[in-house]
Structures are given as structure tokens and as C-alpha cells.
T-cell receptor, first 115, second 116 residues
Framework: AQTVTQSQPEMSVQEAETVTLSCTYDTSESDYYLFWYKQPPSRQMILVIRQEAYKQQNATENRFSVNFQKAAKSFSLKISDSQLGDAAMYFCAYRRGTSGSRLTFGEGTQLTVNP | DTGVSQDPRHKITKRGQNVTFRCDPISEHNRLYWYRQTLGQGPEFLTYFQNEAQLEKSRLLSDRFSAERPKGSFSTLEIQRTEQGDSAMYLC??????????????FGPGTRLLVL
């Protein structure tokens, strides 16, 4: 079974600074996708960024980028120029390459952004 | 695009009662997922529909839980004889299937259930 581990229950960052959230996963599959979702307090979960396992190039979405290390099974999220609105719970998630597969989530990292 | 909607947003019930939640996916999405999220944890998969067919169920989905998607549009999740351990956020997500396996699940706001 696939597992996703986020070893940092809480992180904090100063506004305008950079923070990296860690995620490791375990799978025997070769075809899979990885995601970072953001869940603000009392608001719905939204997709931040996604990565295909077959792509070596790290995904980037504006201030958000990932460091995907396939051999190490590591998928960290870097948030640059942190903003107050980035404060949320961040979940790393894994999905097999097969269509219609479930998402397997990590435990989450609560990010606080200090003004 | 109105997004995924869920109703009700909050439900308080007494142990032993039945509850039903509804999820309306994004209109063109043929795949619908239910997840359960307890406080401080990541969501856990419950079940998955493609159109009206329920294709996968988690072992978490005990016989007190049943889900339907009768016309391939909205879905309902019913919990019979609720227990205090059922207290959680129930999340619905939808996606549009692609042949390459590349899909993104879009989540609704969730239904928060409290069983007293």
C-alpha cells in the first residue's frame, strides 16, 4: 500500500520569506502523480501544484515550486515570497497513474505566516 | 463553473440516528469521490463513482455506510445508526476522466458531522 508522510506538523515563516514543506512517500509503482493541496481554515481544499512522476523537471506555479526527488521518494514544496494568505494546512497527496485512482494524503503541515 | 457543492455544511445528530449528505459535482465531471477527514488528519478515501457505477469502496466504509449516484450526477452518502466515531468532515471531490490517467480532483467545502 502507498503511504505519504509529512514529518513537519507545524511550520512558520515570516512574510516575504521562503519556506519549504517536506513530504516523503512510499510506493512500488512506477507511474504516479503527486500533489500539494492547501486547506485554509474553514475553507475548502484547493490544488496548489501537481507533478507527474515521469517528468524529471520540477513543477512550478508562480510562487510555488516543488523539489521532486524520485529515487529518494521525496516531494517537497517551496513557497517563495510568503504572503499572509498562504497560511493554511498543506497536504501532500499521491495518486497511482491509473485513471480513477484514489488520493492518498499525508498528515498535513500547518503553515503560519508571521507579519 | 460553480465548483463542487455539498449540503448540509454542518450536521449535529444523536447517536443511533441516520444522516444523509449530498454532493453536487462540477457539471461535466464524470468521477466522484468521497473522503473522510478527522480533526488534524489528512482525508481518507471512502468510495469512488464513475458515472453511476460505484467502482471502489474502502474498508473504512462499513455496512452502516452507503453511497449512491443514481443518475451519474449528484451523489448521496448515508450513515445509518451513527456512532460518535463517525464525527468527522466528509469531503466530496469530482474530476473529469482522461485516458492518460491525468486528472485533478476538485474538492467541495465538506459536511462537518458531529455525533452526540
Amino acid at each position: 500500500a502507498q503511504t505519504v508522510t509529512q514529518s513537519q506538523p507545524e511550520m512558520s515563516v515570516q512574510e516575504a520569506e521562503t519556506v519549504t514543506l517536506s513530504c516523503t512517500y512510499d510506493t512500488s509503482e512506477s507511474d504516479y502523480y503527486l500533489f500539494w493541496y492547501k486547506q485554509p481554515p474553514s475553507r475548502q481544499m484547493i490544488l496548489v501544484i501537481r507533478q507527474e512522476a515521469y517528468k524529471q523537471q520540477n513543477a512550478t506555479e508562480n510562487r510555488f515550486s516543488v523539489n521532486f526527488q524520485k529515487a529518494a521518494k521525496s516531494f517537497s514544496l517551496k513557497i517563495s515570497d510568503s504572503q499572509l494568505g498562504d497560511a493554511a494546512m498543506y497536504f501532500c497527496a499521491y495518486r497511482r497513474g491509473t485513471s480513477g485512482s484514489r488520493l492518498t494524503f499525508g498528515e498535513g503541515t500547518q503553515l503560519t505566516v508571521n507579519p | 463553473d460553480t465548483g463542487v457543492s455539498q449540503d448540509p455544511r454542518h450536521k449535529i445528530t444523536k447517536r443511533g440516528q441516520n444522516v444523509t449528505f449530498r454532493c453536487d459535482p462540477i457539471s461535466e465531471h464524470n468521477r466522484l469521490y468521497w473522503y473522510r477527514q478527522t480533526l488534524g488528519q489528512g482525508p481518507e478515501f471512502l468510495t469512488y463513482f464513475q458515472n453511476e457505477a460505484q467502482l471502489e469502496k474502502s474498508r473504512l466504509l462499513s455496512d452502516r455506510f452507503s453511497a449512491e449516484r443514481p443518475k451519474g450526477s449528484f451523489s448521496t452518502l448515508e450513515i445509518q445508526r451513527t456512532e460518535q466515531g463517525d464525527s468527522a468532515m466528509y469531503l466530496c471531490a469530482s474530476s473529469t476522466g482522461t485516458s492518460g490517467g491525468w486528472e485533478t480532483q476538485y474538492f467541495g467545502p465538506g459536511t462537518r458531522l458531529l455525533v452526540l
